[in-house]
């Protein structure tokens, strides 16, 4: 989903003494997207991951309904924000025993952990890795 920017030539309304705006390094820095979709083209709403140190609600305005917006460091996904996300698939999903889910995933190191391993299994959430000797 490509956005087409629009600046303003003002920042601020006349007195007001605080003024917030993007600058030029931050438009242009990367926002990672966890996200699911299915052979019907269902999905999931996405995970968005911003390079702050904060989070701030100005950057989940305009953005899509029921997603998630977080943080890291260096806008990337890790150990703890793919269970935040797993979680959040699992809301999204009927999983039961007798109607598991088959999750396809890269073999990123934040997707093979023990603790989202088990996760896993406690879930009826089958997951596949495409591993990257295979990708090639």
């Known amino acids: 989903m490509l956005t087409k920017l629009e600046f303003s030539k003002i920042l601020a309304p006349k007195g007001q003494k605080k003024v917030n705006a993007i600058t030029i ?30 989070m701030t609600p100005l950057l989940e305005k305009k953005g899509p309904q029921k997603a998630i917006y977080v943080h890291s460091k260096n ?9 935040t996300w797993l979680k959040y698939f699992q809301s999204h ?5 007798n109607d598991p889910v088959l999750l ?32 090639a």
Do not use: G
């Open 104 to 135: 396809v995933l890269d073999s990123h190191r934040s997707h093979t952990i023990l603790q989202i391993l088990l996760h896993f299994n406690k879930v009826y959430i089958l997951a596949a890795f495409l591993w990257a000797e295979f990708m």
């Open 25 to 54: 390094a931050e438009m242009c820095t990367n926002v990672t997207i966890c996200c699911a979709t299915n052979a019907f083209r269902n999905y999931i709403p996405s995970m968005f991951i911003f390079p702050r140190k904060r």
């Open 75 to 83: 806008s990337w996904i890790s150990e703890e924000l793919f269970l």
């Open 93 to 97: 999903v009927k999983v039961t025993q």
